[in-house]
């Protein structure tokens, strides 16, 4: 474990490398018991030093150092110091070649990074500073060296070995044992290295570039494994096809490989051609995986294939800079899984995720700029607000250029950059060069922390026939700056009128040519208080405002609720007429928020389940948009609009607008559940089935409110006769947070007999236990952490049991007697020693303290307070628990 030390980073005192490292040779020993690492680097003196004489400081960490030498010279212990993660040795010539061995322990490493052992085989994670657990090395993304490296292993428990680029050679050794010689042709990072050694099987395909060049790719599994390859497979060679469609972008390699291992930190590692995964997030097949999880792997392997340009050819120069990779990555596949299945749907989902967690995560202890100034540990920085929303910033800058001059700045910026590591800054004047655009003060959106909030009115002025809207932006202070200075902010938006949309005419600026029908918009707003008036309306308009989300904002305006029933028909933007659902939602549930606290009777707004009864009974619209239109918002966002938080009462009122909706609209949902239940061909995860299967199950979640015998028949059968996991799952969810308790058991008991051979299964079957609504559920959860089926090195498990209790389970977690604060603490401190990146993320939850009602946080508080006095806190949990508290 690294030690804590409260030693801060700061992204102001960056200074490029004292050395560069031209060719890295890297000669991996695996055995049973260590490993051990010889690497060759030829090294000089970075012409673009401040200092001439600088000593060479080398990052590593807790490694055993066996040998040592500078041009085959061998440095005795006098000749270098060693202290913390570096290792100095004081004078070296201009150029050199530097040996050194390491011996490692990769069975012992339960942090997941490093070179470590997952079941029975070897992999590296190197993202962000993990290289510096297998050698010596300058572990910084701007130092770029070309890597062979030579993989020797026994042959038996191990017959495949890899590593980045091309293979060169193979050769049989003595005792039993051989060796691979990869080599990469390209410049990289060293986060970007990557090696795998075990038993495993594969599937290939090929895939012909826009050039003709012809690419093998494999997809490395457990045997066991094999029939779920096929549909990463294609979402590889269709994401492949859509970055040369819509980047311009060939793969440049003639090989690509995607190995898959059970024990991971995150999702997926882009390390060059070597990608790799969790399995969650590349295997797949109708039987064991859902909707949801098809999507996700789709997504997944878009993303990782796409940082094959953002992120590896053109790299990050520092980790400040990790935005620049991850946010333009998520946008891309983003666009990506939109053009693959609906794009309303897609959007809808990304914006939930934003809303919730991004923007909690804004108004917290952790609130950091896309880019930010400074950090503790930068495995902390994986954040929301680095990926979701540098995502949004990269968007709304393809909002303001609109896609043919994004597309010119995004090549400018392939282009200029092929090759280095740059900065969010150096993406930023590419688009400005390629498009002309002042981007000065949109630049804000990297620097400034904080939701930026939106307050917005519109006056109709009936004799002149002008409509004005008014917009007043500000932005919550958060740690470190307590002032902010107004954002560039792209407001995509139409009015509508009676008759439809209304042609737009803005005063002062001459018609918009792009859109011939000039009902839609994107106003620049760029000051504290702005103002934007419409000529020639002929009616008081109701405007549609941020269309698709445009920016990641705060939008207050004040819509009546007709006016809001009026745009869920009406708006020509689908992601608005979803959004004036959901803000209808947000009133209705206000109000039953406020009646529950007053502890007073109060039924739900008539017009939610008339606005229900429409959608349920009109063939005419797409079914996804009307599960979507027929899920209440969800507690994290009411959580999200309603401060401080009451999660009891929050919780009391969804529940019982939802019971409103199950009884009043009984017949349509029964009606729709069996007519789309008729519906089914063959399983295929395609956007019209998804909707389908939404839909139908979406419609089995109210019936099962009922708490009826139909329904449960309904579900039972659903559960026993789907041919399909989505189906199952649906139908399991449906049960476990009803009330039928003798059946519930069974069931849950017959899945796990059913599925445990499958550990993706299991984690399900976790998660939906941790999840459940109903009281007793901690009780269960920390059952389950003593069943044989749960590690707690394995992180997929951590997430689906612990994870999820304390992220998706607000009612539960925060039950009155902080028994589910104590339990994450207990778990913090558990897996602070074996894995401090996930202990770190666990902690999120608690975090938030601050937003809870007096009770809840001097609870939270003090399970806070008890992690921070632990004798050994990893650097990760160190960072959060200190800042959570300050
Ligand atoms: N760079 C990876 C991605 O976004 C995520 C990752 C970060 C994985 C750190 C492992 C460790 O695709
Ligand atoms: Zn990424």
């Given at each position: 474990m690294r030690d804590a030390q409260a030693t801060t980073i700061y992204l102001?005192?960056?200074?490029?490398?004292?050395?560069?490292?031209?060719?890295?040779?890297?000669?991996?020993?695996i055995f049973d018991s260590h490993t051990l690492v010889h690497s060759t680097l030829a090294m000089r003196r970075n012409p673009a030093a401040k200092n001439a004489s600088a000593p060479l400081v080398l990052d590593g960490c807790e490694l055993e150092l066996e040998a040592l030498s500078i041009d085959d010279q061998a440095v005795t212990e006098s000749g270098y110091e060693s202290a913390g993660e570096s290792l100095t040795i004081h004078t070296v010539p201009d150029s050199f070649t530097l040996r050194c061995t390491t011996r490692i322990y990769p069975q012992n490493n339960t942090s997941l990074e490093g070179l470590y052992k997952s079941s029975t085989m070897y992999c590296t994670q190197c993202e962000a500073e993990g290289f510096r657990k297998i050698t010596y090395f300058l572990d910084r993304p701007d130092v770029m060296s070309v890597y062979t490296v030579t993989v020797d292993?026994?042959?038996?428990?191990c017959p495949v070995l890899l590593s980045n680029g091309n293979l060169v050679s193979t050769e049989t050794l003595e005792g039993g044992r051989h060796r691979a010689v990869w080599e990469d042709p390209h410049k990289k990072p060293a986060y970007l290295f990557a090696l795998v050694a075990g038993d495993l099987e594969r599937v290939s395909d090929t895939f012909t570039t826009m050039n003709g060049r012809k690419v093998d790719l494999h997809i490395y599994v457990e045997e066991k494994d094999l029939d779920k390859c096929d549909h990463a497979m294609l979402s590889l060679k269709n994401a492949m096809t859509w970055d040369e469609e819509v980047y311009g972008r060939e793969y440049d390699l003639d090989i690509f490989n995607i190995v898959a291992v059970d024990d991971?930190?995150?999702?997926?590692?882009?390390?060059?051609?070597?990608?790799?995964?969790?399995?969650?997030?590349?295997?797949?097949?109708?039987?064991?995986t859902t909707d949801a999880g098809f999507q996700r792997v789709e997504g997944v392997v878009a993303h990782e294939y796409f940082h094959n340009w953002s992120g590896n050819r053109v790299t990050c120069r520092d980790w400040f800079q990790l935005s620049l990779k991850e946010g333009f990555t998520v946008f891309r596949d983003a666009e990506f899984s939109a053009d693959m299945g609906s794009r309303v749907v897609k959007r809808v989902e990304d914006v939930g995720l934003l809303r919730t967690a991004q923007f909690a995560e804004d108004a917290g202890p952790m609130a950091h700029p896309v880019r930010p100034d400074s950090y503790m540990e930068i495995s902390n920085f994986y954040t929301v607000t680095i990926y979701e929303k540098g995502a949004e910033v990269v968007r709304m800058i393809h909002t303001l250029l609109g896609p043919e001059l994004f597309r010119k700045g995004s090549d400018l910026y392939f282009d200029r950059f092929d090759g280095q590591a740059v900065t969010c800054e150096d993406f930023v004047k590419a688009m400005e060069d390629a498009s002309g655009m002042d981007l000065g003060q949109f630049r804000l959106w990297y620097s400034q922390a904080g939701t930026p909030q939106v307050d917005a009115r519109g006056e109709y002025d009936a004799e002149a026939n002008t409509y004005t809207l008014t917009f007043k932006q500000s932005c919550?202070?958060?740690?470190?700056q307590p002032q902010k200075e107004p954002f560039h902010i792209p407001i995509a938006m139409g009015l509508l009128g009676d008759a439809?949309?209304?042609?737009?005419?803005?005063?002062?600026?001459?018609?918009?040519?792009d859109t011939a029908d000039n009902t839609h918009t994107v106003l620049h707003l760029k000051q504290a208080e702005q103002q934007f008036v419409f000529e020639n309306v002929p009616e008081k308009p109701v405007p549609s405002l941020l269309r698709g989300f445009s920016a990641p904002v705060k939008l207050q305006f004040d819509y009546s609720r007709d006016e809001l029933l009026f745009l869920m028909q009406h708006d020509d933007d689908g992601f608005n007429r979803w959004e004036a659902a959901q803000q209808l939602g947000v009133l209705a549930l206000k109000e039953l928020v406020a009646a529950h606290q007053n502890n007073e009777v109060r039924a739900l707004d008539e017009r939610l389940i008339t606005a229900g009864r429409n959608l349920l009974n009109d063939d005419s619209?797409?079914?996804?948009?009307?599960?979507?239109?027929?899920?209440?918002?969800?507690?994290?966002?009411?959580a999200e609009v309603m401060q401080p938080v009451d999660v009891l009462s929050i919780h009391a009122a969804r529940m019982q607008a939802r019971l409103e909706l199950a009884t009043a609209l009984k017949e349509e949902f029964t009606n729709t559940y069996r007519t789309l239940s008729r519906r089914q061909g063959d399983y295929q995860p395609s956007a019209e089935q998804i909707a389908q299967r939404s839909l139908k199950n979406l419609c089995l979640q109210y019936l099962m409110l009922l708490n009826d015998e139909h329904s449960l028949q309904v579900c039972m059968e659903q559960l026993d006769t789907s041919d399909n996991m989505t189906d199952r799952i649906a139908a399991l969810v449906a049960l476990v947070n009803s009330e039928h308790e003798p059946q519930k058991a069974l069931a849950l008991q017959k899945f796990y007999q059913d599925w445990q051979h499958e550990p993706l299964v299991i984690n399900q079957w976790f998660q939906i236990q941790a999840t459940s609504h109903l009281p007793g559920t901690l009780k269960r959860v920390q059952e389950l952490l003593n069943h044989p089926a749960f590690e707690i090195r394995?992180?997929?498990?951590?997430?689906?049991?612990?994870?999820?209790?304390?992220?998706?389970?607000?009612?539960?977690?925060h039950q009155t007697d902080g028994a589910g604060y104590r339990f994450l603490a207990d778990r913090v401190i558990e897996l602070n020693t074996l894995n401090p990146q996930i202990a770190s993320r666990l902690l999120g939850p608690l975090s938030k303290w601050r937003k809870y009602l007096p009770e809840q946080q001097a609870l939270m508080k003090a399970e806070l307070e008890r992690i921070a006095a632990e004798p050994k806190l990893s650097r990760d949990v160190f960072e959060v628990v200190s800042k959570s508290l300050a």
């Open positions: 102001k005192d960056y200074q490029v490398p004292d050395f560069l490292i031209d060719r890295t040779a890297l000669h991996f020993e292993a026994d042959s038996k428990r991971f930190n995150m999702g997926a590692m882009e390390n060059k051609s070597l990608n790799i995964f969790n399995t969650s997030c590349v295997l797949a097949s109708p039987g064991t919550p202070k958060t740690p470190g439809g949309a209304l042609r737009l005419e803005l005063k002062g600026e001459a018609p918009n040519p619209l797409d079914l996804a948009m009307v599960a979507l239109m027929l899920t209440l918002p969800t507690e994290a966002y009411m394995n992180p997929n498990k951590v997430r689906a049991v612990i994870g999820a209790f304390c992220g998706q389970n607000a009612v539960n977690f």
